[in-house]
Nanobody, 126 residues
């Protein structure tokens, strides 16, 4: 079992930055692939970024490459999402999710993830 708790959301002006954290319980966190998803009002939840268990591979939604960076610290059981140059269209609830590692593969489909956090709201004003 893994429990995930997101933090770091808030209100920021367009062009600003936020850093989200996903803190996990359990001593086996390093066995899990972790991803960030987001869901804007009236829209489906979408993949944002993912990272393999060791952090040696990452994947991003193409439109976010260069602005968002995912990283992890397994000693701290935490995954981070650094978001720069934020735009109003980045406004959403951001969730972290985890599943047992599938090696190099980082799924972009939310239904395959077994564990989810409660989400943290990110609002970008224009």
């Amino acid at each position: 079992q893994v429990q995930l708790v997101e933090s770091g959301g808030g209100l920021v002006q367009a062009g600003g930055s936020l850093s989200l954290s996903c803190a996990a319980s359990g001593r086996t966190f390093s066995m899990y692939t972790v991803a960030w998803f987001r869901q804007a009002p009236g829209k489906e939840r979408e993949f944002v970024a993912g990272i393999t268990r060791s952090g040696d591979r990452t994947d991003y939604l193409d439109s976010l490459k260069g602005r968002f960076t995912i990283s992890r610290d397994n000693d701290k059981n935490t995954v981070y999402l650094q978001m720069n140059s934020l735009k109003p269209e980045d406004t959403a609830v951001y969730y972290c999710a985890a599943l047992l590692s599938r090696g190099w593969f980082i799924p972009r489909t939310d239904v395959v993830y077994d564990y989810w956090g409660q989400g943290t709201q990110v609002t970008v004003s224009s």
